[in-house]
């Protein structure tokens, strides 16, 4: 293509760059006497009457986003279309800057904190004069930001994924069969085909944490894999990537990559004002007697990102001190169980010991004629016997040592072994709840501050039927009732999460029941009684 000439006046002199809808070159404008970059959209190439339709909404929404005027946007000069008849493809004509990509910049690894503070207010800058003329970029990644000598911030494409989307409606951004965007910046609510302007801050939050850390928050082998991760993962903080980032990084770049568009910054401005405070914080100073003030946050930074997060820190903190005193039990009743066992074998030689003074036919007491004692008070004197032996009544002025407790589990060894395996059963079938209850908040029926607190009752009751079978083993009542409460708020659980998610997978739809049915039969065995003989 190079030294065609399109639109009959822009000469194509070389090639620029090569990307997923067509090549960018640079050109001569020919009338004007000035060089310009051409874009050409091959990707809107082909003929028929669905191609003509397809190109004519492009030129169409190409010049809603030619309007933009900004110093920190590339400007759009002319629009128009090269090629045969049959095979005819859009172009876009730009200002030609003189710069460097983002993406060629981070090859050599993170960049320093103050540049990063430049850039991203530079692009905040250029995405909320977009967003206040209705445009949003839906396609914000490094190679769409050129920095040019002076330092200064060109952002490309504006609109130009919108209007590349051959799906795209006046009502619905993208339909089945077109991903707007790059996978790896893409916003959860984008990668359902709902975009929206803070979708673009979603994205400016990951590039963000790749220019302070050298990665991107998310690593995946391919296209399913990153959006997997941005639909249900959270991403780490930076300073956990990459030593020396403040924690006020932390907290700027994870309210941007919530994955609730309202939990982040509401619009760029504010973002644009966050970073600028970041690179005006006071640096710690050698020690002078006097205290460094601490960084605060900007005055039109919103409550909820201040406290966003609180909810979530709450219950981890709840999580580790329940974690902590699980534990703690579990090593007390292990030490118990221990002690009880050593008591009860102690006890059971003592009396064999005795056992010979009270079942011994030359022992006065326990000797048994048949011609002279009756039949019935034999019985008597055996059957006193066996209960002496089983510790429940002593045998009157023989001195035999009694247990220190009377067993108090009237549940038979099968009966307790049956509850136990059903109790461990049900704590591996009803972590299926997690993964319910995560891809419910996915698919809009649940909040993620809802979840975060449905996970610390599970957390809770998991730990109570933990702590159960282990009392359950020690032959202590109480385990039967820790475990029937666990069990059935378990049930509860699963059940409520069957009924409630209608979006979740098959698999989870075969597990949850099954999670369900462990849980009651747990606590319907903890619960019921043997009949004593």
Known sequence: ???????????????????????????????????????????????????????????????????????????????????????????????????????????????????????????????????????????????????????????????????????????????????????????????????????????????????????????????????????????????????????????????????????????????????????????????????????TMPATTPLRDVYGDAPRRIALAMRALLAKRTAETALAMRALLAKRTAETVTHQATLLNHLPKVASPTSRPLAVDAEKTPPQGARSVQTRARRTIAGYTPVAGQGLPQPDTAPTNNQKPPARTATAVTALVCLLTVQVIPFATAQAVDIGEMSSDERMVRMTLFGVETAMLAIGVLLLFARNTAGRWLIAAGGIGLALQAAEAMLSSDGIGYALWGALPLAAVTAALSATLAVRRQRPR
């Not at 770049?253 to 600028?276: G, T």
């Open 1 to 295: 293509m190079r030294d065609q000439l399109l639109g009959g006046r822009y000469r194509l002199v070389k090639q620029l760059g090569e990307g997923g809808m067509g090549q960018v070159w640079e050109a001569q404008d020919e009338t004007l006497g000035r060089p310009v970059a051409v874009k050409v959209i091959s990707l809107l190439s082909g003929g028929g009457s669905r191609g003509d339709e397809v190109r004519a909404r492009f030129l169409r929404e190409a010049r809603i986003t030619a309007r933009l005027q900004h110093h920190n946007i590339v400007t759009v000069h002319d629009l128009g279309e090269t090629g045969t008849e049959g095979n005819r493809a859009p172009f876009l004509v730009m200002e030609l800057v003189r710069g460097e990509g983002l993406d060629a910049k981070l090859r050599g690894g993170a960049v320093t904190l103050p540049d990063a503070v430049q850039w991203g207010a530079h692009i905040c800058d250029a995405l909320a004069d977009a967003h206040d003329a209705g445009i949003m970029h839906r396609d914000i990644k490094p190679s769409n930001i050129l920095i040019t000598p002076s330092g200064n911030v060109k952002v490309l494409d504006f609109g130009i994924a919108r209007a590349a989307d051959p799906y795209a409606t006046s009502d619905r951004l993208t339909q089945t069969g077109f991903i707007v965007g790059t996978p790896p910046y893409m916003a959860p609510e984008q990668a359902r085909g709902f975009p929206e302007p803070r979708s673009d801050l979603y994205a400016l939050g990951c590039l963000l944490f790749e220019l302070i850390t050298g990665q991107l928050p998310f690593q995946a082998p391919d296209t399913l894999g990153y959006l997997t991760a941005h639909l249900t993962q959270e991403p780490p903080a930076p300073s956990s990537v990459s030593a020396g980032i403040p924690s006020t990084w932390d907290d700027l770049v994870l309210s941007l990559l919530h994955k609730d568009p309202d939990q982040r910054y509401p619009n760029a401005v504010d973002v644009a004002q966050a970073l600028r405070q970041l690179d005006q914080a006071p640096q710690p100073t050698p020690s002078t007697g006097e205290p460094t003030p601490s960084p």
